[in-house]
């Protein structure tokens, strides 16, 4: 269940019915309207960040799914979206991030995509963080990642690990891959593993 596509956080999404596009900031939703429509075969919404519609709305109508914003040019605040053609299952706010003083504060207090990348982790000693931070300064750490895929179940993840020049595993963890679930492959899955 931990790699269940529910756990998945998309700060962006649409309405499949109205076109409205949400964003999760700052602790709420903000929602913006299409401003204008492409002159293209295939219709294309156009929305300006800088004209949100409302922050919070009084009842959710009709089926979300996970959106990416693509921006005309950097710096700009029009926008359109790309969607996945799958349906969100469940929505789950992200946490906010804190930061903490010590590596296992600076850990629990991450955004919640990086603590998903790592999964659930051993806990780490102060000796293996030296020596971690040892082995890069010298330039004989070993890093090792691996994905999989399962296309029927859209779901995919990872593993990684950290290891000293004779294979003694420091360090290691496994979760999730997150994103749009039209691009998931194992190969994305082990990307997500070397992030």
């Known amino acids: 269940d931990w ?4 756990h998945q956080q998309w700060s962006w999404q649409v309405n499949l019915q109205d076109n409205t596009v949400r964003r999760y900031n700052e602790g709420s939703y903000q929602y913006f309207q299409p401003v204008a429509r492409g002159q293209t075969r295939r219709a294309i919404m156009m929305y300006d960040l800088s004209v949100p519609l409302r922050t919070e709305v009084e009842e959710e109508i009709g089926e979300w799914a996970a959106a990416t914003p693509m921006f005309l040019t950097q710096g700009d605040d029009i926008f359109f979206v790309t969607k996945s053609s799958r349906l969100l299952r469940e929505m789950v706010l992200p946490m906010e991030q804190t930061i903490g003083t010590t590596f296992e504060e600076r850990l629990s207090g991450a955004h919640q995509y990086f603590q998903r990348l790592l999964g659930p982790t051993p806990a780490i000693t102060d000796a293996t963080i030296e020596a971690i931070g040892v082995y890069i300064k010298e330039g004989s750490l070993l890093t090792c990642s691996d994905g999989s ?7 995919a993840c990872q593993a990684w690990l950290f290891s000293d020049s004779l294979g003694h595993i420091l360090w290691s963890g ?11 492959s194992s190969y994305r ?3 997500a593993g070397i992030t």
Not at 3 to 6: H, L, T
Not at 149 to 155: G, M, N, Q, R
């Open 149 to 155: 895929y399962e296309p029927e179940w859209d779901f």
């Open 189 to 191: 899955s082990e990307l």
């Open 174 to 184: 496994a979760g999730p891959t997150d994103g749009n679930p039209d691009m998931l």
């Open 3 to 6: 790699i269940a596509p529910s």
